[in-house]
């Protein structure tokens, strides 16, 4: 989506605050990230928030013998380019999973006071549930919600993204060009809090 969203000539940023991953992990989350927006990984990421251990950040970088992680240390470490027109952060997991010590992400998004949240979460059984878990935990961030990898012709996925949009009243879209056409009409930040990852 950003690559997508970088191809209409605009200027798109991308951070991670923090990260985690296996040890023999090549390329991580901050890599795909810059490929994307055309930025340095660690740019994206800052290099001391690289964890090699594949638990929550808080949870590796104890299990390293590092410093403990505080929300506000991320929140002070996010800068942007000055030339930024749309900057979207990826936090870590769900919207529940511990980014810092003292923060999850559903924290973490109040704490930065996004314009706009893509909350992705798959379209198969258990989508409604998981989905108003965390919008709920997101409010009141305005909220797009990302059905990823959906199939028009699955029925249990049609009827799923109806109950959303339909009997919840969300904003739900199913595919990239709908994603960025949301994120552009939320302004100038577009937030990404993957259940899964941002939509390619």
């Known amino acids: 989506m950003l690559a997508n969203l970088r191809a209409t000539g605009r200027r798109v940023s991308a951070r991670k605050p923090v990260q985690s991953f296996d040890a023999a992990t090549e390329t991580t989350d901050a890599h795909v990230l810059a490929a994307a927006t055309g930025e340095d990984p660690e740019s994206v990421c800052p290099a001391h928030r690289w964890y090699p251990l594949a638990m929550a950040p808080p949870i590796a970088a104890r299990r390293l013998g590092l410093e403990p992680i505080m929300l ?12 930024v027109e749309i900057g979207a952060v990826e936090t870590v997991g769900g919207v529940r999973s511990p980014m810092a010590d003292d923060s ?12 706009h949240v893509v909350l992705v979460a798959g379209p198969g059984l258990g989508a409604i549930n998981a989905v108003r878990l965390c919008a709920d935990a997101m409010a009141p961030a305005s909220t797009t919600v990302m059905l990823n990898r959906f199939d028009r012709g699955s029925l ?30 939320a302004g100038p930040i577009g937030l990404s809090d993957p259940g899964g990852r941002l939509p390619e």
């Open 72 to 83: 506000r240390d991320l929140l002070d470490e996010l800068t942007w380019p000055g030339d």
């Open 104 to 115: 999850d992400s559903a924290a973490f998004v109040r704490a930065l006071g996004a314009d």
């Open 156 to 185: 249990l996925h049609r009827e799923n993204r109806h109950w959303l949009a339909d009997r919840d009243g969300m904003s739900v879209v199913t595919t990239v060009e709908e994603c960025i056409a949301a994120v552009l009409r």
